[in-house]
């Protein structure tokens, strides 16, 4: 919350004055810089989802203190899920790549691109899931092993309520009748959202 107040502080320093003239593609022409609204409601959001896993963090940190936690044996899986969500956030990044230089045909086979690797990465968890199911890491086992299910839980969680707005952008940029300026904020969105999720996951 303090990055957001502190980012709207600055935005506020550079509103026009009459002894100041400015321009450039977030100015309105009437003494104002506009944010469109679906990036300003990610920003907030992806603050929120910072101080969630904030706080999970320093109370895994806490719990680590205790003589009862045993290490989780994170499996080669994981590495792979990595690589795979990497992919993802690469593919969003080359779709607002072709938005900005309008080809239609990239930026659909970009968003195509973004929801298969999702989807892998989805199922590569649920796979690692399922192997340290059988391997007898069980949640209600050992405190890490419940750390570990509910963090990257969380995780999934979020990239499912990501893929809800990839489904709407990407129908959107399958119509013939959608023009590529129409969705060129939402890829924004999507490609910062997709980024930080990969961030956060590392």
């Not at 593919?91 to 930026?107: C, E, F, G, L, N």
């Not at 192997?131 to 949640?139: C, I, P, R, T, W």
């Not at 990407?170 to 009748?177: E, P």
Request: hydrophobic content about 50%; charged content about 10%; proline content about 3%.
């Amino acid at each position: 919350m303090m990055l957001l107040v502190g980012w709207l502080v600055v935005k506020s320093f550079q509103s026009k004055t009459p002894w100041v003239s400015a321009s450039g593609p977030d100015y309105d022409g009437e003494g104002e810089f506009r944010v469109p609204a679906p990036k300003m409601a990610t920003i907030t959001f992806l603050l929120i989802v910072t101080s969630i896993f904030s706080l999970m963090a320093s109370a895994y940190y806490i719990r680590m203190s205790i003589g009862d936690w045993v290490p989780l044996n994170e499996p080669d899986l994981l590495w792979q899920n990595t690589g795979i969500l990497a992919l993802s956030s690469f593919a969003i990044h080359w779709a607002q790549s072709a938005s900005k230089r309008d080809h239609v045909k990239q930026v659909r086979t970009a968003l195509i691109a973004t929801g298969i690797f999702t989807f892998a990465f989805i199922l590569g968890q649920i796979a690692t899931w399922q192997l340290l199911y059988d391997e007898g890491y069980y949640a209600f086992t050992n405190p890490s092993y419940a750390f570990f299910y509910v963090l990257t839980g969380l995780h999934i969680a979020h990239l499912l309520g990501g893929l809800w707005f990839w489904s709407g952008s990407t129908i959107k940029a399958l119509s013939n009748k959608t023009n590529i300026d129409d969705i060129k904020t939402s890829i924004e969105c999507l490609t910062l959202y997709c980024h930080f999720l990969l961030l956060l996951w590392i």
